[in-house]
């Protein structure tokens, strides 16, 4: 268990929707990370979080978007979905008083568009 | 874009064989990183190796680095059922100051009992 929880496990929706993943980093961690991996692209790193504030972008479309609350939950918010958004949804958290580039994964969110 | 690329794609050995995939990447980097992710599930980091390092142990896991060639292996020795997984590996350069993984597409391997 690496302390990285994401809700929900698993999301079914149609096309044109919006969706939230929402992910809880290691107690302690600071940096927040938002991944996807879909069989075509694998992982693609999309946007990452440090105490609040953006600190990079990834390879993120625009009807993506992400934040990062006070208690330092991030949240996805996926908008008007295509078919192939389809894919797994990773969040990831680190402590940069560590190893620089060690992080730490969520069990991630399976996103279906249909 | 990928950064890394592994080799092979797929390899399917038995119980009790060695494993060995290899990394390759294309810019510099401040250290190189192998994850294992079991089917669907979320990655677990198994070792990371610093630009200035060549080799690195963590139990079964052996890693080699080769800044020269830009090039990494990941041996694992003694292999059991419950290694079969995909295997990633991922580098990281602060330059720029985004801290992202940059992943390659992955070896999955399969150990047959």
């Known amino acids: 268990d690496s302390g990285v929880t994401q809700t929900p496990k698993h999301l079914i929706t149609a096309t044109g929707q919006r969706v939230t993943l929402r992910c809880s980093p290691r107690?302690?961690?600071?940096?927040v990370y938002w991944y996807q991996q879909s069989l075509d692209q694998g992982l693609q790193f999309l946007i990452q979080?440090?105490?609040?504030?953006?600190?990079a972008k990834g390879n993120i479309l625009e009807r993506f978007s992400a934040q990062q609350f006070p208690d330092l939950h991030s949240e996805l918010n996926l908008s008007s979905l295509e078919l192939g958004d389809s894919a797994l949804y990773f969040c990831?958290?680190?402590?940069?008083?560590?190893?620089?580039?060690?992080?730490?994964f969520g069990p991630g969110t399976r996103l279906t568009v249909l | 874009s990928q950064q890394g690329e592994e080799d092979p794609q797929a390899l399917s050995i038995q119980e009790g064989e060695n494993a060995t995939m290899n990394c390759s990447y294309k810019?510099?980097?401040?250290?190189l990183q192998w994850y294992r992710q079991n089917s669907g599930r979320g990655l677990v980091h198994l070792i990371l190796?610093?630009?200035?390092?060549r080799e690195k142990h963590s139990g079964r896991l052996r890693v080699t680095l080769d800044t020269s060639k830009k090039s990494s292996s990941l041996l694992i020795t003694a292999s059991r059922a419950a290694d079969t997984a995909s295997y990633f590996c991922?580098?990281?350069?602060?330059?720029?100051?985004?801290?992202?993984?940059?992943f390659g597409k992955g070896t999955h391997l399969i150990i047959q009992p």
């Open positions: 990831a958290s680190s402590d940069i008083a560590g190893t620089p580039g060690t992080q730490y």
């Open positions: 107690s302690g961690d600071l940096s």
């Open positions: 979080y440090y105490n609040g504030e953006e600190r």
């Open positions: 810019t510099s980097i401040n250290n």
């Open positions: 190796i610093r630009s200035n390092e």
């Open positions: 991922a580098t990281y350069n602060s330059g720029g100051g985004a801290d992202g993984l940059t």
